[in-house]
Structures are given as structure tokens and as C-alpha cells.
């Protein structure tokens, strides 16, 4: 079986919790599957957790228990070796350390155009939830 080693941009987190409709939540939901491997670090959580904080209307319970369900479901990175700056953002760059640590697949975010440095750099794919479902062989 194949495994696929995936890192997800924050804006797809906050649009999982921002609606149980979208490409977003599905991907979420499938990461209890053996063949997807979530790579993180503890500061990209941190972000998640900000931005979830701000950007969504989640209570504080839910975002904290789904925020320690993904946690135990990850593969933790300490990040020895930053390959900063490549993106024009560094919370971006924090992205491209992880995806470059862990040698990721895809990263999956809705920000193509800003990550796209990691493509050109690593030649790790940026592809959309949707994009990834569609890999997959999920449909919506």
C-alpha cells in the first residue's frame, strides 16, 4: 500500500472547521487512515491554533480536543535545519521546513501561488484538498 506523507497549510485546517461541507473536512476526516501520514511541527500547531482562534467561531473545547487529535495522529518534527527564506511569508517558510524535513508528497493548502517556491525548490507537489481527494479516489 502506498503512503502518502502529507503536510496541510493552516488554511485548510480553519476551512475544515469552518464548514463540514467542503473538500477541507473530508481531508481531515481521512487522516485516521493508515496510507496518510500528516507531518507537523509544534509551531505550525501553534499557528493552527491561532488562526482557528481567530478565524473561526469554534468553541475553545472543540479546537483544543480536535488540535490534540491531530497532534497524536502526526508525525512530530523539531525542525534542525531551516531552509529559510524561500517563501515571501514565514509562516510559508515554516511550511517548507516541515514538507523539506519529512520529504512530504503534497502540501495541501488553497495558497498555491505562495508555496509554490517549495515546488520549484523540492519539487514537492502544492495541490488543493481537492486535488488530493481526487488522488485518492474520494469523491465529494
Known sequence: MN???????????????????GASFRLVQMLYR??????????????YEEQLYSKTSTATHDINTFLSNLYSLAVKHKIYYAVRPITRDVDDDMIADIAFAAQANYVISYNKSDLEPIHNEYGIPIITPKEFLDILGEIL
Not at 503512503?3 to 461541507?21: E, F, G, K, M, P
Not at 493508515?34 to 499557528?47: A, F, G, N, Q, R
Open 3 to 21: 503512503s502518502y506523507h502529507i503536510v496541510i497549510d493552516t488554511n485548510v485546517i480553519v476551512a475544515a472547521l469552518r464548514s463540514q461541507n
Open 34 to 47: 493508515e496510507d496518510i501520514v500528516l507531518h507537523l511541527s509544534t509551531p505550525l500547531l501553534y499557528e
